[in-house]
């Protein structure tokens, strides 16, 4: 009786300090995951704002660049430089989504990128200038162009994307050469439609008549220059 006691007591014992080992264990692992919860929550909230920040930044290195080359050549094809540029950051958005580095089937993706975002800015400048040069005002030549040209590029941006979309999706045996150029042209095709049929069409107006209104003031000046002069 006393040794069945003693071994009774021994067990009871046994499991009240693992209970008390599991209670304190969890405690700890829900203090961990709550600490690890808030440092994610600021991370995530410093990354959205780093993110949001460089967005601009770009965005604003965009405009001057785009003001900067209108300056030296057509306000469209200065346009056009600036939205494959934006292409080429929506393909390195894509693989930085996707976490893969960059590589030799990366960069021949930026090739094919490259030379589809520039056939869509040139279907829509070409279709500005057509309308510009027949003596319509710039507001509705922008207009125009871009609706008559938004079918073509619509449709080369969804050929590309879709068609690339499974093997940009794909995990399967042999997907590592193939799986990069489908990433970045399909995010990088996304971006450049996107670009090409909203942000171009408005920048290319507003250079236009910001052009316009410097030649005027120019002129204005030189005449007032040359009346003193006499």
């Not at 080359?69 to 346009?79: E, K, Q």
């Not at 449709?155 to 799986?179: C, D, F, K, V």
Request: proline share 2%; glycine share 10%.
């Amino acid at each position: 009786d006393v040794a069945s006691a003693s071994v009774g007591e021994l067990i009871g014992e046994v499991s009240r300090d693992l209970s008390t080992l599991m209670r304190q264990e969890l405690a700890l692992a829900k203090a961990e995951m709550r600490e690890e919860a808030v440092k994610s929550g600021k991370a995530a909230g410093l990354l959205g704002g780093a993110g949001l920040a460089g967005y601009f930044v770009l965005l604003f290195l965009s405009a001057a660049l785009w003001a900067g080359l209108s300056n030296v050549m057509d306000p469209g094809w200065a346009a056009l430089i600036v939205a494959a540029g934006w292409a080429l950051v929506g393909g390195v958005l894509g693989l930085a989504v996707v976490g893969m580095p960059l590589s030799v089937s990366a960069a021949v993706g930026f090739i094919a990128l490259l030379g589809q975002a520039v056939l869509n800015g040139v279907l829509i400048v070409s279709a500005i200038k057509v309308r510009l040069d027949a003596g319509e005002a710039v507001e509705v030549a922008v207009v125009k162009g871009t609706r008559e040209r938004l079918r073509a590029v619509l449709m080369t941006a969804l050929l590309a994307s879709l068609g690339l979309l499974p093997a940009a999706l794909s995990h399967a045996i042999g997907s590592e050469t193939q799986r990069p150029i489908a990433v970045v042209v399909v995010a990088g095709t996304v971006s450049a439609a996107a670009v090409t049929l909203v942000v171009l069409p408005v920048v290319y107006a507003a250079l236009c008549r910001m052009r316009a209104r410097f030649e005027a003031w120019r002129d204005a000046r030189e005449e007032r220059e040359a009346s003193e002069a006499v």
